[in-house]
C-alpha cells in the first residue's frame, strides 16, 4: 500500500488552474475517505471572517497565515491497501512542477514515503509553495494559490500539530516540553 | 520494578463521575424531536398563532438569509481549517524528519 | 451509507445507555490519562458517545463499536489540545483519581507516571495510553490513530524512552 500525498501552495496567480490534477479523479473510486476542498477567495474572506470572531490567538495565527490566499484545493485519498494509485501519477505531478520559477527546497524521505517541498518564486517575493508527499495509504493534494508569508505560516506551530522549528542543538528537556502541543 | 506492568496499572481504565451514561441518555433526547402536539385550542389562541406565523414569515425570510449566510460561512470555516491542518501536518512531518536525520547526523 | 449486520440500527440506538455503561470507562479513561483534567475528559467522553449515536447505522457489531470510539476519542483529543493548546498540568489539581489497590507508595507512584504521560506529546501520549491502557498491538494503534503500523510502533518505543528518562531524572527506579 502507498501513501501518496501531494501539498501544493501556488504563486499569486491562477497557477491553481495550470496544474492539472483531473487525472487523480480516478481514485476517488478506490476509497471511501475522499476530501475534496475547493475555496475561492469569497469562501476564504467569509470562513476567515468567522475564524477571527473566534477570538482565540490560534484563530488569529490562522486568519493571518491565510490573508494573502487566493485559494485553496485539497484533494485527500485514503486507501484500504498498497498500490491504489500508480508511480505514474506521481510523475506526472512532478513534471508539473519542473517549470520555470519551480524548485525543490525540501525533501525528507523515508522507507515508504517521500515528502517534498517545492517553492515557485515571482520577483522578490515566494510566490507558492508545493509540498508532495508519498506514503504507503493515502493520497492528498492541497492546492494553494496566492501569497503565502511563510513567517505567518510558521508561527502556525504547534496549532495543527506542526511543531515549530526547533535547534536541534538544544537541550532534550527543553526539546520536549517544546515537543508538546 | 517492571516499568511497563506499572505503567499499565497507572494507565488503567477510569469510570467516569456518577450519572454518565444518564448525562448522555438526557443530551441524546435533547436532540431529538418531541412528537409534534396536534391539540387544537380556543379560537384566540388559533387567531394568536395564526399572527404569530404572519409576523415570522415576515421576519423569516431575513432571518432566513442570515442564517443561510452564516451557514455558508461556517462551512468555508471548517474547510479553511481542514485545509490549513493538512497542510501544516504535512509541513510538520517534513521538519520533523529532517531535525531527526539532523539529530542522528549528528 | 454502510449496512448494518448484527444490530440494525433501532436496536442498537434501544440497547444504547447499556453500551455506554460498557464502554464508559474505556472512552472516560483515554480522554482522562490524555487529558489530565476530569471535567475536559467527560465532556469529550460525552461528545463521542453522542457521535456514536448519531452514527448508530454505520456500526456493525459491538466490536466495530469498541473500534470507533477509540478512534473518535483519539481523534477528539488530538484535537482538543491542538486547538485549546492545553498544557497538561495545568489540571493537575482536578483530577483526583481513584485510589489505587496497594498503598500510598503504588499511588504516588500511578500518578507520577500519569504525570509524565501526559507530559509527552500528543500523537506519542495518545500512543502510550492506547498501548497500556487498551492494551493495543502497533498495528491496532495504527488503525486507531490512522496512521503506519511502524509509526505506532516507533511512537510507543519512543515513548517509554522518554518516560524511563523522567523516570530516572526524578530519582524513580525504572
Redesign the interface.
Known amino acids: 500500500m502507498r501513501t501518496f500525498t501531494l501539498l501544493v501552495c501556488l504563486a499569486s496567480f491562477g497557477l491553481a488552474q495550470q496544474l492539472d490534477l483531473k487525472f487523480l479523479d480516478h481514485l476517488a473510486g478506490k476509497t471511501d475517505e475522499v476530501v475534496t476542498l475547493t475555496l475561492g477567495e469569497d469562501l476564504l474572506k467569509l470562513g476567515a471572517g468567522l475564524i477571527v470572531a473566534d477570538k482565540d490567538p490560534d484563530s488569529r495565527k490562522v486568519k493571518d497565515a491565510i490573508g494573502g490566499l487566493r485559494q485553496i484545493l485539497v484533494r485527500s485519498y485514503k486507501f484500504k491497501q498498497d498500490g491504489e494509485y500508480s508511480p505514474a501519477d506521481v510523475d506526472k505531478i512532478y513534471a508539473q512542477l519542473k517549470g520555470p520559477g519551480w524548485s525543490q527546497v525540501l525533501e525528507a524521505r523515508e522507507k515508504k514515503g517521500r515528502t517534498t517541498i517545492h517553492m515557485r518564486t515571482s520577483q522578490n517575493a515566494a510566490g507558492g509553495m508545493v509540498i508532495v508527499s508519498a506514503e504507503p495509504r493515502e493520497l492528498t493534494v492541497v492546492a494553494i494559490t496566492g501569497s503565502i508569508d511563510m513567517e505567518k505560516l510558521g508561527q502556525l506551530g504547534g496549532n495543527f500539530g506542526i511543531p515549530e522549528v526547533k535547534d536541534a542543538k538544544k537541550p532534550a528537556a527543553k526539546q520536549e516540553e517544546e515537543d508538546l502541543l | 520494578?517492571d516499568?511497563?506492568q506499572?505503567?499499565?496499572?497507572?494507565?488503567?481504565?477510569?469510570?467516569?463521575?456518577a450519572g454518565?451514561?444518564q448525562?448522555?441518555?438526557a443530551?441524546?433526547e435533547r436532540?431529538r424531536p418531541s412528537p409534534a402536539s396536534y391539540r387544537i385550542g380556543p379560537r384566540w389562541a388559533q387567531w394568536a398563532v395564526a399572527a404569530s406565523l404572519i409576523v415570522a414569515s415576515a421576519t423569516g425570510t431575513s432571518w432566513y438569509r442570515q442564517r443561510q449566510e452564516r451557514a455558508?460561512?461556517?462551512?468555508?470555516?471548517?474547510?479553511?481549517?481542514?485545509?490549513?491542518?493538512?497542510?501544516?501536518?504535512?509541513?510538520?512531518?517534513?521538519?520533523?524528519?529532517?531535525?531527526r536525520?539532523?539529530?542522528e547526523e549528528? | 451509507m454502510a449496512q448494518t449486520v448484527d444490530l440494525p440500527a433501532e436496536r442498537w440506538r434501544a440497547d444504547f445507555p447499556a453500551l455506554i455503561e460498557r464502554h464508559q470507562a474505556m472512552v472516560f479513561g483515554i480522554a482522562v490519562h490524555f487529558l489530565r483534567n476530569r471535567t475536559q475528559a467527560e465532556d469529550i467522553a460525552q461528545d463521542v458517545f453522542l457521535e456514536l449515536y448519531k452514527n448508530a447505522g454505520r456500526i456493525e457489531s459491538d466490536s466495530h463499536a469498541v473500534h470507533w470510539l477509540r478512534k473518535v476519542t483519539a481523534r477528539k483529543c488530538i484535537d482538543h489540545i491542538r486547538w485549546r493548546r492545553l498544557r497538561p498540568w495545568h489540571g493537575l489539581d482536578e483530577i483526583a483519581e481513584p485510589a489505587a489497590p496497594g498503598g500510598q507508595k503504588d499511588l504516588l507512584l500511578s500518578r507520577g507516571l500519569q504525570r509524565m504521560v501526559a507530559s509527552l506529546p500528543g500523537r506519542m501520549r495518545m500512543a502510550v495510553v492506547l498501548r497500556f491502557q487498551e492494551d493495543l498491538a502497533p498495528a491496532e494503534i495504527a488503525a486507531v490513530m490512522d496512521t503506519t503500523t511502524a509509526s505506532a510502533k516507533s511512537m510507543v518505543h519512543r515513548g517509554l524512552e522518554l518516560l524511563r528518562e523522567k523516570m530516572q531524572r526524578a530519582g524513580v527506579g525504572g
Open positions: 520494578m516499568f511497563e506499572e505503567l499499565k496499572r497507572a494507565l488503567g481504565r477510569q469510570q467516569p463521575p454518565f451514561a448525562r448522555v441518555m443530551r441524546v436532540r455558508r460561512a461556517e462551512e468555508a470555516r471548517q474547510q479553511i481549517l481542514l485545509a490549513m491542518r493538512v497542510t501544516a501536518e504535512k509541513i510538520g512531518h517534513v521538519q520533523q524528519t529532517i531535525k536525520i539532523s539529530l549528528n
